[in-house]
């Protein structure tokens, strides 16, 4: 099948509401382009450079920032992206609203949540949730507009396990009133997973190699 036959299936079965990402990540800007003209506006990316060198390439996008954000890399996403859905912690915080306050452009962010507790994963504990929030609410350039996880990998039952509980802290957030943070958009689901991930809340997906195939690694 093809990224365009892959596209309509999905599609078929979403609701209008539902946010769909097309994650990139690794694939040619030709095959971007068979996704744009079957109407996708948003694509993941999950390393700056990359995202960097398709951005001149392909105009009307919205860009989404998936991966694992290094600091010194902030500045080159500076009003290129629309969301970056990885912040997850203090030190990336600071860092982000420096270099957005520099050139007077707002950053619009999801709280990336280590649902899962991995080590081998990004996003922040809940422990420590609290404390970042603080911090979000003496910014003056990061807007907080929701929750994204990547959940471990399990049964059905694990998988809905984590994505109640993610939407349990999302509607939890969505009723309070703080400063800077709005639950807009809870991102979370994948291509093997998506359709969990909806039924339990979410609203906004990421899905690569069920959009494109299978992704090969090449050694640079
Ligand atoms: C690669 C990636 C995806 C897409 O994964 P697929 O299994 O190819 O759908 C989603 N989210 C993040 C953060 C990713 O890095």
Known sequence: MSISDHIKDI???????????????TRSVSEMQEAYECGIRDFG????????TKYDKLPNIRWHFIGNLQKNKVKYLVDKVYLIHSLDSIRLLKEIEKQYKKKDKIAQVLIEINIGEETS?????????????NAVEICS????????AIIPKGSEEECRYYFK??????????NESYKNIEMKY????????YKL????????IRIGEGIFGKRIYRRE
């Open 11 to 25: 599609k078929n079965e979403l609701s209008q509401d539902i946010i769909l990402i097309a994650v990139s990540k």
């Open 45 to 52: 990316e999950n390393k700056v450079q990359e995202l960097i």
């Open 121 to 133: 994963k990004g996003g922040i504990i809940l422990s420590e949730l609290q404390e970042l929030i």
């Open 141 to 148: 350039n990061v807007k907080v507009k929701g929750l994204m």
């Open 165 to 174: 509980s993610m939407k349990s802290i999302w509607d939890r957030l969505s």
């Open 186 to 193: 809870l991102s979370m689901g994948m291509t093997n997973d």
């Open 197 to 204: 991930a909806i039924e339990e809340g979410a609203n906004t």
